[in-house]
């Protein structure tokens, strides 16, 4: 089982942690620094996201808008500080926003009223393969896969307005429904 938490007065230590199904052992601990804004709401906390995996590696996210690769043996992989390269992208209530992760893209979706987006993310590299804009308004929801009609997988990212469907190799969008 692999979780994460945060720790310290200002939510700035993250940690992955992974423990034995059978026994509830600790087996490994893996601690990180937070790059981005770390403010959340009382009842909520930076490592609200949860931790996804494609069976080889395991992507955590945080609400600071850091992302952790790390091995099924907690060795880290890559780290990227997306509020280093988005600086205007953080809530100061927090997101709980998961990713998501399909074939080798890493799916996150960080929205805001400043700089809100989704974005591929190459699972082996870290290295951002899109990105796109979104709304800007508070959003806490986490994309979601789903198969097509002609049966490959496309993601869903709702907001508060729409939601809309993305291949997950290029971002492009492949329709929309709008709410009113």
């Known amino acids: 089982v692999i979780v994460t938490c945060s720790d310290g ?34 009842d909520s906390a930076n490592a609200a996201p949860t931790p996804a995996s494609d069976g080889k590696r395991i ?17 880290l992989q890559w780290y990227r500080g997306l509020a280093h390269d988005f600086p205007k992208a953080g809530n100061d209530v927090g997101m709980s926003s998961s990713p998501v992760v399909v074939r080798d893209t890493v799916i996150v979706q960080i929205e805001n009223y400043a700089d809100s987006f989704a974005a591929g993310i190459d699972a082996t590299t870290g290295e951002t393969r899109w990105r796109i804009d979104r709304p800007a308004t508070s959003n806490w929801c ?11 997988e496309i993601v869903l990212l709702q907001s508060p307005s729409k939601l809309t469907a993305h291949d997950p190799t290029t971002g492009e969008q492949q329709w929309q429904f709008e709410t009113t």
């Open 59 to 75: 992507y955590a996210f945080y609400s600071s808008n850091d992302l952790v690769c790390l091995d099924l043996d907690g060795n």
């Open 9 to 42: 007065i200002r939510q700035d230590r993250m940690f992955v942690l992974a423990f034995d199904t059978q026994t509830g052992k600790e087996l490994w601990r893996r601690q990180f620094w937070a790059t981005g804004r770390t403010l959340s709401h009382p």
């Open 142 to 152: 986490s994309p979601a896969v789903m198969r097509g009609a002609d049966g490959k």
